[in-house]
């Protein structure tokens, strides 16, 4: 807490008998200025530096500057935010505890006890996204995968369970309990949160980072939360403050109310779209207008999810009534609920729908006009109207190099154009798999699966398609997989669960599942026929990703949509054909059946809604730590230190620390550097280092086999992001990613230089670091869009990449190279590796580094080709804040704090 409180904010506030301590954003006002017109979410920040303010870290100045932001609308001050908790998923949360385990290894070896490294703010992991979808359209898909998922990943949850008790402050949800963000929304958030100090209770802004980029979802109650690389995470961990810039904050109106047939994934699609073009990156969104009393919590909580969609670090709803009524929904105790409404009332943080904050920039949309949607086929960015669908598979499909003569827009592929190759039999009756037919549909992701209204509306489709006698395709993979047990209680209460099981929508498990690339192999016959056929086929999710490679390898058009719409289109069976106005089958009376005729009323989704009841929040959560009887029977090892197993394939100690007790080497300039590869514009963490299948003749799967594994039990690179041995391999190991050093390509290929053979990513990269040749990358605009995936950064430090150059980044993949001590460089305005004439057969020199490295400073770069000649050009070093060229200087974020323990 404040140790200074220079403008006389601490004050009390009295709320069911108990007294709590505050500071008081009016008191500060007294002497700062007016805030009444700062958005919201810069209210929460000035809090946080007021309750922080020590002289040090956080100064009269930084604080000045928040209210000054209102002159300009942006400021280029860097300020020190501290969070009050940590959220984790097992993918991220694994190797962020293996990072734990080896500092304590690192401190112990320096001579400090083991237990220095403890983390110092709340820290909670939810086990969510292990679980593959091996078993589908049965009853006992469920306990079937749940089975294989504790069976794969035994040593990942052993560790965990050691980690939960070796370390303070940390909490695990064990697997099959929900997905962290929707845990998170009906749970462990407080909105208002309370810690006790020198005897008083103390209220604030309940806060967070999360080392998942979709941890804004909790945007929508109102609590600021944003997306970190787990390098970031873990240094917040260990009590580092965050350190940014004020951002500036677009307001986005909202008017009017969704029309009748419009869900809110098609608002959220929508919005996507709009806020990506406006261009909202490194910035926050605030929402705010009279449309917001139409919105429901768990429509804004599905707006705040696709925050990394559209590119923001946040997108904040502000706590209001509807706050309130989700609280007491979600179970809540009516302590919790008055602490909250008094606080934020008291603080002048209380939204309405009168509030009209001052922004950077702003933007509208009336809701009445959003129209059914989908997005795809390969980003989320790309909506398109649910007629438009068909022709937009048809301009991918033609991308593909897959000609079709002129039906653009026009009917499916006819028989006559279909290779028998793709004909295949299921279950003793043939069947024709075409262009653009859905193999994939599942209702999954916490985007949506969190939110009633659109997955009661995928029950009532489900129950008025099977009253009709509708069935999906044979060729349709289709799976349920909730965020949390609530939704499989209410669909059930609401008695449409059945109904979905009868389409093959059984629950196949509690996790991110298909959105994450577990959606496990598809029907057998159809994998088949897609690889004998060569065919593009789809899947239609209700998720919030849909990347090239992600979903799944052999599927390589991916479009989001609803939950009833997924439905749909399980039915239909194709994206080749416009489901608003083509039949999607015909009744038990031979007629055709469409859309409209399965389609629930807004009317029949507020009745099915009415089912929902706190006493299922209440149930669910009352032993959510617990776990099962597999969960409960994982051995615990009992020590400080965890014991490693040379023999491991999943959890290994890094070689990250190992020097961390000798001073950090000085800084120089790069020289001789070759380029590893080049890539094109919106380069996904996704393709640097894939979360799906491991390839059986990629590295990581030759690594895996020389070490005893399987095939079948190569589990994913998710799964084993514990083990640097398998990371290091899969970095740039996507299937989709193209080099364009190697025209033509596509994997993870590069050309060794200067002889020019071929070879894998990883190969290279290991010849030139024996050779002690250092690397980099050059790239375009976006880099690193996607997942808050820190491997994506640790896997270039270890392949000995020294610098990347792109024309733009995405916030969290550019904090995670500084995290890790890669240099992340930016082309100057207008200028790319192309038009500057570099090919990749160059060596780089980067000219300018020294200890006294500035903020976005520039430096000279020479690109020198075989001939002798050279290419000279400048970069701007995004290095952004002076506590980021402290991180740099030390190796990294987590060398910092490691070299400042031992120092001290």
């Keep these: 807490m404040s140790a200074k409180d220079s403008y006389n904010t601490l004050s009390q506030l009295e709320v069911a008998g108990a007294t709590l301590n505050y500071f008081s954003l009016p008191k500060a006002a007294k002497t700062l200025g007016d805030i009444d017109k700062l958005p919201i979410s810069l209210k929460v920040l000035l809090e946080n ?27 280029s001050q860097e300020i020190e935010y501290r969070p009050a908790r940590v959220l984790m998923q097992d993918f991220t949360g694994v190797p962020a505890v293996v990072d734990l385990a080896a500092m304590r290894d690192a401190v112990a070896k320096a001579g400090l006890p083991a237990n220095s490294i403890n ?33 794969r990943n035994k040593e990942r949850y052993e560790f965990l369970r050691w980690g939960q008790k070796a ?56 609590v600021l939360g944003w997306g970190v690389g787990g390098i970031e995470a873990e240094a917040a961990m260990l009590g580092q403050p965050i350190s940014m810039l004020i951002p500036e904050v677009v307001g986005f109106k909202l008017e009017g109310a969704l029309k009748e047939g419009v869900t809110a994934t098609d608002l959220v699609l929508t919005v996507t779209q709009m806020l990506r073009k406006h261009g909202v990156v490194g910035k ?59 606080y934020y ?88 798999l075409s262009h653009g037919d859905v193999v994939i549909a599942a209702i999954t992701s916490c985007t949506n699966t969190s939110n009633p209204s659109v997955m009661l509306a995928a029950g009532l489709v489900a129950k008025k398609a099977v009253e009709l006698g509708l069935q999906r395709k044979p060729w349709v993979k289709s799976s349920l997989a909730p965020g949390s047990k609530v939704v499989t209680d209410y669909l059930k209460a609401a008695g449409l669960d059945s109904y979905l099981d009868q389409l093959g929508f059984d629950l196949v498990g509690y996790g991110c599942t298909t959105c994450i690339g577990n959606s496990g192999p598809l029907i057998d016959e159809v994998a088949h026929a897609v690889d004998k056929g060569n065919l593009v086929v789809s899947s239609v999710l209700s998720g919030n990703r849909n990347f090239e490679g992600r979903i799944h390898p052999q599927v390589k058009a991916n479009w989001l949509a609803s939950p ?82 040379a023999d491991s394939t999943y959890v290994a100690n890094p070689p990250f620390f190992e020097d961390i007790d000798k001073p950090a080497p000085a800084p120089a300039d790069i020289k001789g550097a070759r380029v590893l590869a080049i890539l094109g514009d919106t380069i996904t963490t996704d393709h640097i280092s894939p979360a799906g299948a491991i390839q059986s003749d990629s590295p990581a799967g030759k690594y895996l086999k020389e070490n005893g594994v399987a095939v079948k039990d190569f589990n994913s690179y998710g799964s084993r992001r514990g083990n640097h041995e398998v990371m290091m391999r899969g970095t740039f190991a996507n299937i989709r990613i193209k080099n364009l050093m190697l025209p033509g390509t596509e994997g993870g290929i590069t050309q060794y230089l200067p002889d020019g053979e071929q070879m894998s990513i990883y190969d290279a990269a290991m010849r030139y670091q024996a050779e002690g040749t250092p690397l980099v990358v050059l790239a375009g605009k976006e880099y690193g869009t996607g997942s808050s995936r820190d491997w994506a950064a640790k896997g270039a430090r270890l392949l000995g990449i020294k610098a990347v150059i792109a024309e733009s980044y995405e916030r969290i993949h550019r904090s995670n190279l500084v995290g890790m001590g890669v240099l992340p460089l930016q082309f100057k305005a207008g200028e790319s590796a192309q038009n500057i004439g570099l090919t990749g057969e160059e060596t780089i020199d980067i000219v300018g580094l020294s200890a006294d490295i500035q903020v976005g400073q520039t430096l000279q770069a020479v690109g020198t080709k075989p001939d002798g000649s050279t ?29 400042q323990l031992v120092e001290a």
Aim: glycine share 8%.
């Design 49 to 75: 530096l007021l309750r922080h303010e020590d002289g040090i870290t956080v100064t009269k100045e930084q604080i000045q500057a928040v209210v000054g932001w209102l002159k300009t609308k942006s400021s």
């Design 119 to 151: 983390p110092l703010s709340a820290v909670d992991l939810v086990i969510d996204h292990s679980v593959m979808v091996d078993k589908f359209a049965t009853e006992t898909a469920f306990a079937e995968n749940v089975k294989m998922e504790m069976e």
């Design 167 to 222: 370390f303070n402050n940390f909490r695990v949800v064990p697997p099959g309990t929900g997905i962290c963000h929707q845990v998170n929304l009906e749970y462990l958030a407080k909105v208002a949160w309370t810690s006790e100090h020198d005897g008083k209770t103390f209220v604030y802004p309940d806060t967070l980072v999360g080392t998942d980029s979709h941890t804004t979802m909790i945007n929508g109650l109102g």
């Design 284 to 342: 926050f969104v605030e929402f705010y207008g009279p449309g917001l009393k139409h919105l429901p919590l768990a429509d804004r909580a599905t707006i705040g999810n696709m925050s990394p969609e559209y590119g923001a670090t946040c997108g904040f709803f502000p706590v209001d009534e509807e706050t309130i009524t989700y609280l007491r929904l979600s179970g809540r105790s009516e302590e919790t609920i008055a602490r909250v409404e008094a």
């Design 345 to 432: 009332k008291a603080q002048g943080m209380w939204g309405s729908a009168e509030n009209e904050p001052e922004f950077t920039s702003t933007l509208g949309l009336d809701m009445s006009t959003v129209e059914p949607s989908l997005a795809g086929p390969t980003r989320p960015q790309d909506r398109v109207s649910v007629p438009q669908l068909p022709a937009a598979f048809d301009l991918f499909l033609n991308s593909q190099g897959v000609a079709f003569g002129d039906e653009m827009g026009g009917p499916r592929l006819t028989k006559a154009d279909v290779s028998p190759s793709t004909l295949m039999c299921i279950e003793g009756t043939d069947h024709e």
């Design 564 to 645: 009833p719409l997924v439905v749909a289109y399980a039915l239909a069976g194709t994206t080749r054909m416009d489901i608003s106005t083509a039949a999607l089958g015909n009744d038990k009376n031979g007629n055709p059946v469409y859309l409209k005729d399965i389609w629930p009323s807004n009317a029949e989704i507020s009745e099915a809604v009415k089912s929902v009841t706190s006493d299922m929040f209440k149930t669910q959560y009352s032993a959510v730590f617990d776990g099962d009887e597999h969960w409960q029977a994982l051995e615990i090892p009992d020590s400080e230190t965890y014991e490693w197993r």
């Design 871 to 899: 290419v000279k050009f400048e970069v701007i070093c995004r290095i952004d804040t002076a506590n980021e060229i402290a991180y740099f200087l030390s190796g990294g974020i987590l060398h910092h704090v490691l070299r």
